[in-house]
């Protein structure tokens, strides 16, 4: 470009002023190859969009001429029906047996085509679980419904639900282990259908007849309904595949206390299924449980399901196998025997709840029986409507948790136990023999086994126990160094160093400030790395007072400027009744 007529150019660039003519004439002679270039390529783009268009009709007509044809020579057509079986069974549900309703597996495999009606119909392994539930609100379908039902209908569902629970378990074979969750929901209207009506007696004749191969299973009904169960079992000439139960029976109000309060007696389930492992139950089920059990038990839960001390050790003595354990202990007042010493060699896990005013002799010697090398976890507590032991009890006896991990020298990852009426110096010497502790909880077990339901129910127990003593002094880095020479006298280590978790329940007199102060010390990783302190990753406090100040920021902040990202903090609180007046300090 002349060097002349690119300065004029330039110069227009950078004005509104209009071209004179020399100049137009110049620019389109100089910029016409270029502007036929682009009208070319134009054209070849125009040409190759219509191309596309005519191609992509072409393809649809294709497409919608081949999709039948498709449809035959699918892959999924062509697989092998064990193969197809297999994905229908990883297709089921794997924390839970699945619902006996259409939209889900293994029932949404019937109502696809009739190949897959027939495999899935065909494979007895996907129909050996099943969720099982009662209610007076239950679809035509299964499905579960917010719309109340009348008595006819709710009839007349619930007997389309037998015959759908008799198919499935039908469909199940004559031989494979069964995996069953049975739960009966109590609606509480005119559309309850009581335990004596012919659904639900043939709902439990279908399970009962089914008993011999049961493996797992869970269930959530009324002891009224189960007593009608147990009647209708029989003796089987070979044991039971059972290997894991799990009932929680509930009175929906016809006075269960008045009718059977010593349990049923047959207790059949116990005593022909020796391949039992794992057993729970909420509630006296039976009252020959100690009888029953086979040896070979490695998980056992009997919450509110109240031993005396000597009827426990009893039950003990014959789970040498048992590595998980909760029991609930009821009032005794006579001494237990000292030969009835129990060894659990294998034993991680023990919860004791008591459930009434034990004296703490009496449950020193139970600990004494007690021979436990192997515990991790250990947990003592008191429903929070029993009382706490009295202050010269402890005095003379000490306090029978601190008992039983000084006798069997335990070295715990997780200690649980109510702290009322407990002097802070015996706590804090424990927690120096405990220098493996990562879970710590204080204050007394859930109400009734419905967590925080004590905060409606608060009673005013004696805390002697100060978090101040689990607070680490930051200025004090020094004397935590392996390369100091010089300790504290008072106390070399910080207690509890390898503490993660801490849970209290039921608290009164620890302040907000000082619960701040102790997590606060905590939750540095870094500065924590340098002392050999573990950071904190959970606290949980339930207070059975009103709060003294908001420090959930305050905290939550610190962990995300330290990138603690993973740290959890649930704080509750009494509630301030409406109308009341708070004072604020000045100083607040």
């Not at 009839?155 to 969750?181: F, I």
């Amino acid at each position: 470009m002349d060097p002349a007529l690119e300065s004029r150019i330039q110069k227009l660039l950078l004005n509104n002023e209009p071209p004179l003519g020399d100049i137009v004439a110049d620019l389109d002679k100089f910029t016409k190859v270029e502007r036929d270039a682009l009208a070319s390529i134009r054209d070849q783009i125009a040409k190759l969009d219509h191309e596309l268009a005519t191609l992509q009709l072409e393809r649809e007509r294709l497409e919608d001429y081949l999709r039948p044809f498709n449809t035959i020579l699918s892959p999924a057509r062509r697989l092998p029906f064990d193969i197809l079986a297999l994905i229908f069974w990883h297709c089921l549900p794997d924390n839970a047996p699945p619902s006996m309703i259409f939209s889900e597996a293994p029932l949404l495999f019937t109502h696809v085509c009739r190949m897959w009606k027939e495999i899935a119909l065909s494979s007895p392994r996907l129909w050996t679980s099943a969720y099982i539930r009662w209610t007076s609100t239950q679809g035509k379908d299964g499905d579960s419904s917010d719309q109340s039902l009348t008595r006819t209908e709710a009839t007349n569902a619930m007997m389309q639900q037998c015959d759908l629970l008799e198919a499935w378990l039908d469909r199940s074979g004559p031989c494979l282990p069964l995996y069953l969750d049975v739960e009966y929901e109590y609606i509480g209207n005119d559309n309850f259908i009581p335990q004596d009506c012919t659904i639900t007696r043939r709902t439990i004749s279908i399970l009962a007849s089914r008993l011999p191969r049961w493996a797992v299973v869970r269930m959530r009904i009324p002891f009224e309904i189960y007593e009608e169960f147990d009647r209708l079992l029989k003796p089987y000439g070979s044991p039971l595949m059972l290997q894991a139960l799990d009932i929680r029976l509930f009175d929906y109000g016809q006075g269960r206390a008045s009718r059977n309060q010593q349990g049923i007696e047959s207790g059949r389930l116990l005593v022909e299924a020796p391949r039992l492992r794992r057993l729970s139950t909420h509630w006296a089920v039976w009252d020959t449980l100690t009888l029953s059990l086979s040896s070979h038990l490695t998980y056992l839960d009997c919450f509110f399901y109240p031993f005396d001390h000597q009827a426990a050790l009893e039950l003990l003595s014959r789970l040498p196998l048992l590595i998980e354990c909760r029991l609930t202990l009821s009032s005794n007042w006579d001494a237990v025997e000292p030969n009835m010493a129990t060894f659990l060699p294998n034993l991680k896990s023990l919860k004791i709840i008591d459930n009434g005013i034990i004296l703490c002799h009496i449950k020193i010697a139970f600990y004494n029986c007690l021979s436990m090398p192997n515990l991790e976890s250990l947990s003592d507590k008191r429903l929070f409507s029993a009382h706490p032991p009295s202050m010269d009890e402890i005095a003379v006896t000490g306090h029978p948790l601190f008992f039983a991990i000084h006798k069997n020298k335990l070295n715990l990852k997780s200690l649980a136990f109510a702290h009322y009426g407990v002097q802070g110096s015996a706590i804090e010497q424990v927690f120096k023999n405990l220098p493996s502790l990562t879970r710590l909880q204080l204050g007394a077990v859930d109400f009734y086994g419905v967590p925080g339901a004590y905060i409606q129910h608060p009673v005013n127990h004696y805390e002697y126990f100060d978090l101040c003593a689990l607070i680490i002094d930051v200025d004090d880095h020094d004397r935590y160094s392996q390369n100091s020479r010089t300790t504290a006298t008072s106390r070399a280590l910080p207690l509890l160093p390898n503490l993660t978790q801490f849970v209290a329940r039921g608290i009164q007199h620890i302040s907000d400030d000082t619960l701040s102060q102790f997590i606060l010390s905590r939750l540095d990783p870094v500065a924590n790395a340098k002392r050999g302190i573990a950071t904190l990753k959970l606290v949980e406090v339930e207070f059975a007072r009103f709060m003294e100040q908001d420090i959930g920021p305050v905290i939550m902040q610190r962990a995300k400027d330290v990138g603690v990202e993973d740290f959890q903090l649930r704080l509750e609180y009494l509630p301030i009744p409406e109308g009341t007046v708070r004072c604020v300090s000045p100083f607040d």
